[in-house]
């Protein structure tokens, strides 16, 4: 299981030296407000006056956002995944252009973007969207993932990287059907990647599949021996209670049957 940081704070990544680290529009916000940020928030202002266009807001979070990835790329080995605004989530023509000028500033700024995915909901239009992308040598993480029926159709679009969700289809119980908790196994958001996890593998998709979402180190121990899993530094840090790498505290084979969520709710 390779372990990624879900945050855009430097200081966290150096802390807990994941390979790689995944951000998001909420994240980068967040992280923009830390000190470490403050020379890129100005220069990110000033960049964007100076290309004389009139949506200087929007430039100068374009530039940051990139900026922020390509400080987090000085620090872990492997990849960044940036997001593309989700408002652009069902418009396909606008998201592959949104990524393509995220791919731009990376390059402009000396970034190998071999080393940056591209995060898109996984909406039919960013599927079809990342589909483009990837046959244009972009890889893509398709985030915003709850379904069997979105991971199917993200392989089939032969996407890189999928981020299923967890914590969130707990939420959805919690808030909806006033559910408090199952047990760690039984938890839908953990059955949901597993049942995607497996059908991956038995059916020799390449698609990485990278859990994300989570609410706590249950999930995250359930879902251990994962492709990926992308974890928030309180997690993180609850995690890492021990000399233990926290990569081998991951390493297990996948165990986890395919049962359906549907069938957990009824018992
Ligand atoms: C990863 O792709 C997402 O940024 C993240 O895991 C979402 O987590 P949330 O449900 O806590 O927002």
Known sequence: TKVVADTGDIEAIRQYQ???????????????????????????????QAQGEEDIAALACDWLTVNIGKAILDVVPGLVSTEVDARLSFDTEATVKKAQKIIELYRSIGVDTDRVLIKIASTWEGIRAAETLEQQGIRCNLTLLFSFAQAKACADAGVYLISPFVGRIMDWYKASQGVERFAPEEDPGVLSVSKIYNYYKQNGFKTVVMGASFRNIDEIRQLAGCDCLTIAPPLLDELSNSKEPLAHKLQKPFEISDRQPEAITES
């Not at 020379?39 to 960049?47: A, F, Q, R, T, V």
């Open 18 to 48: 994941p390979v790689d680290a995944t951000t998001n529009p909420s994240l980068i916000l967040k992280a923009a407000a830390l000190p470490d940020y403050q020379p890129l928030l100005k220069e990110s202002i000033e960049w964007a």
